[in-house]
C-alpha cells in the first residue's frame, strides 16, 4: 500500500512534470486530501472520486482524495498507482484548462461514463 507521504511525493512529481502555463489561475493549487470520497450516484458504495477540479470563493484548486485511491487501487503496484495518479490528476487540469475557455466537453464526457456506468448496474433515469 501507497503512504499518504508516498501519495504527495508521487503527486509533486507528477505535477512538476506539467508545463506551468497549464497550472494558470489555478490560485489554489493541489491538495491532497486523506478521506474517500464517494460519488453520490454510488451503487453500493462502489463509485469512488479520486480527484475534482473546483472553482468556488475560495479559489480555482485540484483535490485528490487519497483514500478513494487506497480503496480503489489497494491491490496494485507503485507503478500502477502512479499511472492511476498521472491519470487524474491530467484529467483534473484538462478540466480547470477547459473551464478557463468556457468549454464543457470533459464534463459531458464525464457525465456519459457515469450514466454508462449506472445503466451497466441496472439503473436508470
Same mark, same amino acid.
Given at each position: 500500500?501507497?503512504?499518504?507521504?508516498?501519495?504527495?511525493?508521487?503527486?509533486?512529481?507528477?505535477? *512538476?512534470?506539467?508545463?506551468?502555463?497549464?497550472?494558470?489561475?489555478?490560485?489554489?493549487?493541489?491538495?491532497?486530501?486523506?478521506?474517500?470520497?464517494?460519488?453520490?450516484?454510488?451503487?453500493?458504495?462502489?463509485?469512488?472520486?479520486?480527484?475534482?477540479?473546483?472553482? *468556488?470563493?475560495?479559489?480555482?484548486?485540484?483535490?485528490?482524495?487519497?483514500?478513494?485511491?487506497?480503496?480503489?487501487?489497494?491491490?496494485?503496484?507503485?507503478?500502477?498507482?502512479?499511472?492511476?495518479?498521472?491519470?487524474?490528476?491530467?484529467?483534473?487540469?484538462?478540466?480547470?484548462?477547459?473551464?478557463?475557455?468556457?468549454?464543457? *466537453?470533459?464534463?459531458?464526457?464525464?457525465?456519459?461514463?457515469?450514466?454508462?456506468?449506472?445503466?451497466?448496474?441496472?439503473?436508470?433515469?
Amino acid at each position: 500500500m501507497i503512504t499518504f507521504e508516498e501519495c504527495g511525493q508521487m503527486l509533486d512529481e507528477i505535477a *512538476d512534470a506539467l508545463p506551468v502555463e497549464l497550472y494558470r489561475e489555478l490560485n489554489g493549487g493541489i491538495v491532497l486530501q486523506p478521506e474517500c470520497r464517494l460519488h453520490p450516484c454510488a451503487v453500493n458504495n462502489d463509485l469512488y472520486i479520486l480527484g475534482v477540479y473546483k472553482h *468556488d470563493n475560495l479559489g480555482r484548486y485540484i483535490v485528490i482524495y487519497y483514500g478513494s485511491f487506497i480503496k480503489v487501487f489497494k491491490n496494485k503496484s507503485k507503478e500502477e498507482y502512479y499511472y492511476h495518479l498521472k491519470k487524474t490528476l491530467h484529467h483534473e487540469v484538462l478540466h480547470h484548462n477547459e473551464f478557463l475557455a468556457g468549454c464543457k *466537453d470533459l464534463v459531458f464526457y464525464d457525465d456519459k461514463r457515469i450514466e454508462d456506468y449506472l445503466r451497466s448496474r441496472g439503473y436508470s433515469d
